[in-house]
C-alpha cells in the first residue's frame, strides 16, 4: 500500500515546489515571470490571434481536468 503515502507527498511536492515556490519567487522578484502574465501577455488574451486559440484550449483542458479528476476522486467515476 505505498500509494497511502506516495500520492499525498507527490501531490504536495507538485503542487508547491514545481509550482508554488517558483510562482511566488517570480511574483517577488519579477512579476513578468508568473504564470498570470505568461496568459495575459503571452497567450495575448483578448485579441484575435492563434494565441487566443491556445489560451482557450488550455482553459478547456484545465477545466477537462479539473471535472474528471473530482468525478473520479469523490464519485469514483472510472
Known amino acids: 500500500m505505498w500509494g497511502k503515502y506516495y500520492w499525498p507527498v507527490a501531490l504536495l511536492v507538485m503542487s508547491v515546489g514545481l509550482f508554488g515556490i517558483p ?27 492563434v494565441h487566443l486559440v491556445a489560451w482557450y484550449i488550455s482553459l478547456a483542458v484545465w477545466l477537462l481536468f479539473v471535472v474528471i479528476i473530482t468525478m473520479h476522486i469523490w464519485w469514483r467515476w472510472t
Do not use: K, R
Open 23 to 49: 510562482e511566488l519567487i517570480a511574483l517577488f522578484t519579477n512579476s513578468a515571470n508568473t504564470l498570470s502574465d505568461y496568459a495575459w501577455n503571452q497567450l495575448d488574451v483578448g485579441s484575435i490571434p
